[in-house]
Every structure is written in structure tokens, then in C-alpha cells.
């Protein structure tokens, strides 16, 4: 998967790692924004067993 999508991106070696730095930028600001949000209510984590 990194490897078509190294060969996808373009221009030259540089150019591409700024490009996928600012790709899992992206990725990160949303799911920290909208996933983990709206997944956080159906995983139990604060759902404590001993009183």
C-alpha cells in the first residue's frame, strides 16, 4: 500500500515525503476529530467493574 502510493504521488523524493507527512496529518486530525468522537460512545473503556 505505501509502495502505489509513493509511485502515485508526484514529483521528486522530497516532494513526496512532505506530501506524506501532510497526508497522516490529514488522516490523524480526522479521526481525531470525527472518528474517535463518534466511536467513543459504543467502546466500553470507561465502563469500570470494581467499586
Given at each position: 500500500m505505501y509502495a502505489a502510493l509513493w509511485r502515485v504521488l508526484p514529483g521528486p523524493v522530497?516532494?513526496?515525503?512532505?506530501q506524506c507527512l501532510?497526508?497522516?496529518?490529514?488522516?490523524?486530525?480526522?479521526?481525531?476529530q470525527w472518528v474517535f468522537p463518534a466511536v467513543a460512545d459504543l467502546v466500553p473503556f470507561n465502563d469500570n467493574t470494581v467499586g
Amino acid at each position: 500500500m505505501y509502495a502505489a502510493l509513493w509511485r502515485v504521488l508526484p514529483g521528486p523524493v522530497w516532494a513526496k515525503a512532505v506530501q506524506c507527512l501532510v497526508l497522516v496529518v490529514l488522516v490523524v486530525a480526522v479521526l481525531f476529530q470525527w472518528v474517535f468522537p463518534a466511536v467513543a460512545d459504543l467502546v466500553p473503556f470507561n465502563d469500570n467493574t470494581v467499586g
